[in-house]
């Protein structure tokens, strides 16, 4: 009978053999030797499936689902599927550097919280270069760290999706939103944090490799800011005013003007202003989406 893992790693993919090969493989060079890494397939897709059969590992599990059902689905199964006391995610475009876990999991013990939450930095490959994110710890409150902005510079509060390492008790009880196509982890978390007991833990180093490529195309960076919209309307109880006006700014204003939908310029700067309650860096950033250019936002000025 095989030893129970302490930590179980989920990874969800579709279509992408060769990334998600990078992906596994820098699981498997952790320092953490005690783990289980379930890769799940979201729908038939025989050439992942081959590409992962080439992987040598017992420690490797490949639960191909026999329907699509999108990336929030993917990782409940895989949640449900595990074996691990500790639960961390990994997209299938991104990477981890090998103390990854081992300094996660010794914030986690420390935490005098039943539930950590455990974040970290993230080495952002852009094609402007390489940039060091989040550029300030978490703080309170979440939301507002999450979806609004004190500066123009991206990057300033991130808690990435590839960082996140918990108690699978947790997820149990809070699962991803199954059908959510976008803002997966930021639901989450928002979501996560209410539960008694659980706390966000940070490690301010730079522990994984986030992969922000235009070649690397993936549905969070899909512009739908109707999708967003209704979303944010959707959380809304979950969200300070401010927090709600720096979404609108930065997410659902930026991907209407890059679609040019100038028609929604005005509704949207009244639901800011009706709805939030935006600092002046808001209501800046909000028209700088719209009046900046994409190729210089994509230079770092306003993103």
């Known amino acids: 009978m095989n030893p129970r893992p302490f930590v179980s790693v989920v990874i969800p993919t579709r279509a992408r053999p060769a990334l998600v090969v990078c992906a596994v493989t820098s699981v498997l060079k952790q320092t953490v030797t005690d783990l289980e890494v379930i890769v799940v397939i979201d ?23 026999p329907q699509q059902g999108g990336g929030a689905r993917a990782r409940n199964e895989g949640v449900n599927a595990a074996a691990g006391e500790w639960l961390a995610f990994l997209d299938d475009d991104d990477e981890w550097l090998p103390e990854k876990l081992v300094q996660q999991l010794t914030v986690a013990k420390a935490s005098p919280a039943p539930h950590p939450i455990v974040a970290c930095q993230v080495v952002a490959r852009t094609a402007r270069g390489e940039f060091i994110w989040p550029r300030k710890p978490p703080c309170e409150p979440l939301s507002e760290y999450l979806l609004a902005r004190d500066s123009w510079r991206q990057g300033e509060g991130l808690l990435q999706t590839s960082t996140l390492l918990t108690t699978r008790r947790l997820l149990l009880e809070v699962p991803f939103e199954d059908g959510l196509r976008k ?11 209410l539960v008694p007991g659980a706390k966000i833990e940070f490690v301010p180093q730079p522990l994984a490799i986030w992969n922000l490529e235009p070649s690397q195309a993936s549905v ?35 991907q209407a003007a890059r679609q040019r ?25 909000f028209l700088g989406m719209w009046v900046v250019p994409p190729s210089f936002r994509e230079r770092g000025k306003v993103s």
Do not use: C
Request: glycine residues 6%; without cysteine.
């Open 261 to 285: 939908q100038w028609r929604a310029f005005l509704p949207l700067m009244a639901e800011m202003l009706r709805i939030g309650s935006p600092k002046a860096i808001d209501v800046l950033l």
């Open 183 to 193: 803002h997966q982890d930021w639901d989450w978390l928002l979501r996560a944090v």
């Open 220 to 254: 969070s960076r899909r512009h739908d800011w109707q999708g967003s919209l209704a979303w944010i309307r959707d959380r809304r109880s979950l969200v300070t005013r401010r927090a709600y006006a720096g979404f609108l700014a930065t997410q659902v204003g930026s």
């Open 43 to 65: 729908g038939p897709d025989q050439e992942t499936v081959r590409a992962l059969d080439a992987i040598n590992s017992p420690r490797l599990k490949v639960l191909a689902l």
